[in-house]
């Protein structure tokens, strides 16, 4: 009996242990099962991409709670609805589940499709994908995780160009407020007169001009080294145009050498005029404008030269300049001339600002032209642009500040601001 009794405990914990097996072989896969399952992405669109030239559609689907580590996005493309279903459909894009969110996108608040939080992907033409402007296109949105994933309904969307880029709306309102501001000052300027700020780099052109006259020597004005593209260039030759007028009314000599031969043509049409409006055309010669070369130092060689034979009471340098410059002031200086200098090449600024009299610095050099003529429209448009800076100089402070209290205090309020005042290009 006792070697039963034996037989069957030992039976029974064999059994119970059977029984315990297949329970933990059963539970442990639908555990595992359980963890893999996830939701497929809700309220998935399609839509053609607003604001741009056509060939981009936006998808946009809601965030997820299982938003993040181990959860991946993949999107799909097809020709058809049974294509983007199918295993036959384009994978186009694949990413983690805690990225691609509105707020990361480049759209305005006025232009925004969707809430800050929830997904958002443009899908455009490139890398082997070729989007055309009205032909539609078929998409599914699936959540992975694992070896599980769940997909959206099928989308569909027709990409399209649109006529208005609304999200610049607000760099329109930026042109048409600095527009008004000018029209504005201008109209100031004819109707009182405007203070401007004493330049005494400009005080001293008629000085300098003056002192050649009664010395009976010529006056030297150069243009830079540039050419008509640089603003620069364009200054130096407007400025002529205001020293050519004063020098003809005096009737003293202007040398004017050149190393662009278009700079040179322009810039002999506008000693001509200036002459003109003097009343002196008689007296205007048309070789005060000459071309030299178009090399760098042969032209500053054939430059001082002509310093030290011709003994000019006056050298203007106008314009960009590079190394020539101080070999050019160093040479004027040694022959007791006035020199006045003007340029925006912050380079060279030392060496003018060393060897020169007077420096115009910068944005005074683009000032010169209303500060000699003092002509309404010139002085206005001036005045005009000091308030536009004003302006943006305002503009960067509160952005800056704005942008501060949202990181510093976790809302988003302030994006509300940071959008009228994003791409200010």
Same mark, same amino acid.
């Given at each position: 009996?006792?070697?039963?009794?034996?037989?069957?405990?030992?039976?029974?914990?064999?059994?119970?242990?059977?029984?315990?097996?297949?329970?933990?072989?059963?539970?442990?896969?639908?555990?595992?099962?359980?963890?893999?399952?996830?939701?497929?992405?809700?309220?998935?669109?399609?839509?053609?991409?607003?604001?741009?030239?056509?060939?981009?559609?936006?998808?946009?689907?809601?965030?997820?709670?299982?938003?993040?580590?181990?959860?991946?996005?993949?999107?799909?493309?097809?020709?058809?609805?049974?294509?983007?279903?199918?295993?036959?459909?384009?994978?186009?894009?694949?990413?983690?589940?805690?990225?691609?969110?509105?707020?990361?996108?480049?759209?305005?608040?006025?232009?925004?499709?969707?809430?800050?939080?929830?997904?958002?992907?443009?899908?455009?033409?490139?890398?082997?994908?070729?989007?055309?402007?009205?032909?539609?296109?078929?998409?599914?949105?699936?959540?992975?995780?694992?070896?599980?994933?769940?997909?959206?309904?099928?989308?569909?969307?027709?990409?399209?160009?649109?006529?208005?880029?609304?999200?610049?709306?607000?760099?329109?309102?930026?042109?048409?407020?600095?527009?008004?501001?000018?029209?504005?000052?201008?109209?100031?300027?004819?109707?009182?007169?405007?203070?401007?700020?004493?330049?005494?780099?400009?005080?001293?052109?008629?000085?300098?001009?003056?002192?050649?006259?009664?010395?009976?020597?010529?006056?030297?004005?150069?243009?830079?080294?540039?050419?008509?593209?640089?603003?620069?260039?364009?200054?130096?030759?407007?400025?002529?145009?205001?020293?050519?007028?004063?020098?003809?009314?005096?009737? !003293?000599?202007?040398?004017?050498?050149?190393?662009?031969? @278009? =700079? /040179?043509?322009?810039?002999?049409?506008? &000693?001509?005029? #200036?002459?003109?409006?003097?009343?002196?055309?008689?007296?205007?010669?048309?070789?005060?404008?000459?071309?030299?070369?178009?090399?760098?130092?042969?032209?500053?060689?054939?430059?001082?030269?002509?310093?030290?034979?011709?003994?000019?009471?006056?050298?203007?340098?106008?314009?960009?300049?590079?190394?020539?410059?101080?070999?050019?002031?160093?040479?004027?200086?040694?022959?007791?001339?006035?020199?006045?200098?003007?340029?925006?090449?912050?380079?060279?600024?030392?060496?003018?600002?060393?060897?020169?009299?007077?420096?115009?610095?910068?944005?005074?050099?683009?000032?010169?032209?209303?500060?000699?003529?003092?002509?309404?429209?010139?002085?206005? !448009?001036?005045?005009?642009?000091?308030?536009?800076?004003? @302006? =943006? /100089?305002?503009?960067?402070?509160?952005? &800056?500040?704005? #942008?501060?209290?949202?990181?510093?205090?976790?809302?988003?309020?302030?994006?509300?601001?940071?959008?009228?005042?994003?791409?200010?290009?």
């Amino acid at each position: 009996m006792k070697f039963l009794d034996r037989m069957f405990s030992h039976a029974r914990r064999l059994v119970t242990h059977l029984v315990l097996v297949t329970i933990a072989l059963g539970i442990f896969p639908a555990i595992a099962f359980a963890q893999e399952t996830i939701s497929p992405p809700q309220q998935v669109r399609a839509f053609d991409a607003p604001s741009d030239a056509g060939g981009v559609i936006a998808l946009v689907w809601s965030a997820s709670p299982y938003d993040g580590p181990g959860v991946h996005y993949s999107i799909r493309m097809g020709e058809s609805e049974e294509a983007a279903r199918g295993p036959e459909a384009k994978v186009i894009a694949e990413f983690p589940s805690d990225t691609r969110y509105v707020r990361d996108a480049k759209l305005s608040g006025w232009t925004r499709p969707a809430d800050r939080g929830d997904h958002y992907f443009p899908v455009k033409s490139g890398k082997g994908l070729e989007l055309k402007n009205g032909t539609t296109y078929f998409f599914t949105v699936s959540a992975v995780k694992g070896q599980a994933h769940a997909d959206s309904p099928v989308v569909q969307a027709i990409p399209e160009p649109n006529w208005v880029n609304w999200n610049a709306v607000n760099n329109l309102l930026v042109v048409l407020l600095f527009g008004a501001v000018l029209a504005g000052s201008i109209y100031a300027a004819k109707r009182r007169e405007i203070f401007l700020r004493r330049i005494p780099g400009l005080d001293a052109v008629d000085e300098a001009i003056g002192r050649a006259t009664e010395l009976g020597k010529p006056i030297l004005f150069l243009t830079g080294a540039g050419d008509l593209n640089e603003p620069s260039t364009l200054a130096a030759a407007v400025i002529l145009g205001r020293v050519a007028k004063r020098v003809a009314s005096f009737e !003293t000599d202007l040398l004017v050498p050149h190393r662009d031969p @278009i =700079v /040179m043509a322009v810039c002999q049409e506008i &000693t001509k005029q #200036a002459y003109l409006e003097a009343g002196k055309p008689d007296i205007f010669k048309e070789d005060s404008n000459f071309f030299i070369t178009t090399d760098q130092f042969s032209y500053t060689a054939s430059v001082d030269g002509l310093m030290l034979r011709k003994q000019p009471a006056a050298n203007f340098f106008m314009g960009s300049y590079f190394a020539e410059a101080l070999l050019l002031t160093e040479t004027g200086a040694s022959t007791g001339a006035i020199q006045i200098a003007g340029t925006d090449s912050d380079h060279q600024l030392p060496f003018f600002v060393t060897t020169c009299d007077y420096t115009l610095i910068g944005e005074e050099l683009y000032a010169a032209s209303a500060y000699l003529s003092r002509e309404p429209i010139q002085v206005g !448009t001036l005045r005009g642009q000091d308030i536009g800076k004003g @302006i =943006v /100089m305002g503009l960067l402070v509160i952005g &800056t500040v704005f #942008a501060t209290a949202g990181v510093m205090l976790g809302a988003e309020w302030p994006s509300i601001v940071l959008d009228l005042l994003k791409d200010l290009k």
